[in-house]
């Protein structure tokens, strides 16, 4: 299980367009906190790893590293000068916001090195921005899969999350489009 959360990080950090959460948050409503906890940590790991492979094609290439990002679907030349300007205006710092804007971590990746943003801080930030959000949403849905559970069958708590799920995305990508 652990592996999958660390592909699923990497994938969502590099060519992915459903986030890591979704996983985590799986875990967190199927077996529990810790299990989710462990989950967060997987996927961060994956994560970082993809960021890092991102970042440093960057600046090797920006041009090929940033066309395949900007192939994800949904990801859209808003977000990514939405990105180039944060970068430019709030150095790395711009890196923890991303993660709560709706800016994919894999855009940060693809222009960091183009203005100026050192490797060694960018995978901290990234690190930092990762494990907090995947740890807040381990934490989050424990806690209302705890609250639910006496009053909710497992199959309709599988089925609160799904639909959550459906509606994030459905309100996500209509917002993008």
């Not at 989950?39 to 960021?51: R, W």
């Not at 709560?100 to 050192?118: C, E, L, N, R, S």
């Not at 559970?149 to 599988?158: I, M, N, Y």
């Amino acid at each position: 299980m652990l592996a999958l959360l660390f592909a699923w990080g990497f994938a969502e950090a590099t060519v992915f367009l459903v986030v890591a959460d979704v996983a985590v948050s799986w875990v967190a409503v199927r077996r529990g906190l810790k299990p989710a906890l462990a989950a967060a940590l997987a996927a961060s790991a994956g994560a970082v790893l993809g960021i890092a492979l991102i970042y440093f094609w960057a600046a090797r290439e920006p041009a090929a590293a940033l066309a395949l990002v900007d192939a994800v679907p949904f990801v859209t030349a808003e977000l990514i000068e939405r990105m180039r300007d944060h970068l430019a205006e709030q150095g790395v710092a711009a890196v923890l916001i991303a993660g709560i804007t709706g800016v994919p971590i894999k855009i940060a990746a693809a222009i960091a090195p183009g203005v100026g943003i050192a490797p060694a801080p960018f995978l901290l930030f990234g690190a930092a921005q990762r494990l907090e959000r995947f740890v807040a949403v381990a934490l989050l849905t424990a806690l209302i899969a705890r609250l639910l559970r006496g009053r909710l069958s497992e199959r309709s708590l599988t089925a609160v999350w799904a639909a959550f799920w459906m509606l994030f995305y459905a309100l996500y990508w209509t917002a993008l489009i």
